[in-house]
């Protein structure tokens, strides 16, 4: 918004209607959740009445942000687990790889983290919570991955002939298995690259290969 001339004050903004959503209260109450979980509470028993009070805030203040304990457990479980990445943009082999990136570097966070690891175990144990983090998270995650996937076999870096769900297993199954299924195996960087492109070398168009 333009200035009637340089020497006048700003305006002072018009305040924002409705109720603005206060990071402190959101992160007080998440952190009470973790702090429950911490203190060995199980997932059966996290009441909203009892986050809030550990919070020290109101249900009414819980129920304005989510709609029950599920959607809260998931957004608890987000704010636990490594940050979505950046895409570069540059080519679906890095984007590929960013995206193995994030889940290598979950897999790490989880391994170090008694309590994640336990969370983990909970929610799936859990059927509303799994189904509500998979419905934010997973498939979410997923849905990006056969984007870029369609977008590699569109720009000719990928083979058009497999279909994009089995495409998706190959390139992050690898990476799930060793940090979900094998604890004991090593999540080294560089990773994410070796899995990336010893998958596309059999992926790549026959014309394009060297």
């Known amino acids: 918004m333009s200035l009637a001339h340089s020497q006048a004050a700003p305006?002072?903004?018009?305040?924002?209607r409705g109720r603005p959503r206060s990071e402190a209260v959101e992160h007080a109450i998440v952190e009470g959740v973790m702090k429950l979980l911490e203190d060995g509470v199980p997932l059966a028993e996290l009441s909203i009445e009892r986050i809030a009070r550990t919070a020290g805030v109101g249900k009414a203040t819980i129920y304005r942000r989510w709609r029950g304990k599920?959607?809260?457990f998931v957004d608890v479980v987000r704010a636990a687990e490594p940050a979505d990445p950046d895409l570069?943009?540059?080519?679906m082999r890095d984007?590929?790889?960013a995206l193995l990136e994030q889940l290598r570097r979950r897999g790490l966070v989880s391994r170090s983290s008694a309590i994640?690891?336990?969370?983990?175990a909970q929610?799936?144990?859990?059927?509303?919570i799994w189904c509500a983090y998979h419905a934010t998270v997973v498939e979410p995650r997923r849905r990006l991955q056969r984007e870029i996937l369609r977008r590699g076999q569109q720009s000719g870096e990928l083979r058009s002939d497999i279909d994009v769900d089995l495409l998706n297993d190959i390139f992050v199954g690898p990476m799930l298995v060793r940090s979900v299924m094998r604890p004991d195996a090593d999540l080294p960087k560089g990773l994410s690259e070796q899995i990336v492109d010893t998958v596309l070398e059999g992926l790549r168009p026959v014309s394009s290969r060297s």
């Open 11 to 16: 305006a002072p903004e018009a305040p924002a």
């Open 70 to 72: 599920e959607e809260l």
């Open 88 to 91: 570069p943009g540059t080519s």
């Open 95 to 97: 984007d590929l790889v």
């Open 116 to 120: 994640l690891h336990n969370v983990y």
């Open 123 to 128: 929610m799936k144990s859990s059927p509303k």
